[in-house]
């Protein structure tokens, strides 16, 4: 099983700042076949990325993932009061399809 | 407009059965390489994979949880039925369904909002 390690476990910004979050595998992921998802309170999961850096549907351009084999990244370049949420890394190419244990993104 | 959504019973007691349905709109899983999946998170806690069944009937299952579960499809192809057996506080959480867009990768692009069940006597 990958397991997927996510730092840090909260960040805390301002809105305007530039935020970098971290998830290590503990293993290669084939294909570098890795998914970001946003989950605000009280909110179902959002895919914002598969496969390491293929944008989904209407997520914003401020929005970037990137990463190969066990380091990937997300950016968000400048924070919209509405991007302070739980991010989770998922790992989608080697059964079981797992997940991190998240970042929280909150008001500085 | 696509949306998935999830239904079934909010208690259940230890070492019972649990069925929850996931109902679709806007697809089926008459359609080549879509999949439907069940995503689990206990209160505060993270996302756990829990099952994933696509147009082919092709099952997948979280191996920790393999020997009590069940995914299948509805004759309408437009439900998903998920049963988790023997039950245990453990099991408590939001269920969520989500469609599954690529046969080959298991990533989830449009979910449910989720249905909670508590397990406990």
């Known amino acids: 099983e990958i397991v997927l390690t996510q730092s840090p476990g909260t960040l805390s910004l301002s809105p305007g700042e530039r935020a970098t979050l971290s998830c290590r595998a503990s293993?290669?992921?084939?294909?570098?076949?890795l998914a970001w998802y946003q989950q605000r309170p009280g909110q179902a999961p959002r895919l914002l990325f598969y496969?390491?850096?293929a944008r989904a549907t209407d997520i914003p351009d401020r929005f970037s993932g990137s990463g190969s084999g066990t380091d990937f990244t997300l950016t968000i370049s400048r924070l919209e009061p509405e991007d302070f949420a739980v991010y989770y890394c998922?790992?989608?190419?080697?059964?079981?399809?797992?997940f991190g244990q998240g970042t929280k993104l909150d008001f500085k | 407009q696509i949306t998935l959504k999830e239904s079934g019973p909010n208690l259940v007691k230890p070492t019972q059965s649990l069925t929850l349905t996931c109902s679709l709109s806007?697809?089926?899983?008459?359609?080549?390489?879509?999949?439907v999946g069940w995503i689990r998170q206990p209160p505060g806690k993270a996302l756990e994979w829990v099952a994933v069944?696509?147009?082919?009937?092709?099952?997948r299952y979280s191996p920790s949880l393999q020997r009590r579960l069940t995914i299948a499809k509805g004759a309408s192809k437009k439900q998903v039925d998920l049963t988790l057996t023997n039950v245990d506080p453990a099991d408590t959480g939001t269920y969520y369904c989500?469609?599954?867009?690529?046969?080959?990768?298991?990533?989830?692009?449009?979910w449910g909002q989720g249905t909670t069940v508590i397990v406990s006597s």
């Open positions: 989500a469609r599954a867009v690529d046969y080959w990768t298991v990533y989830f692009d449009i």
């Open positions: 806007g697809f089926s899983l008459t359609t080549d390489g879509l999949g």
């Open positions: 069944i696509y147009w082919n009937d092709e099952k």
């Open positions: 293993e290669s992921i084939k294909n570098t076949y």
């Open positions: 496969g390491a850096s």
């Open positions: 998922h790992q989608h190419g080697s059964s079981p399809y797992t």
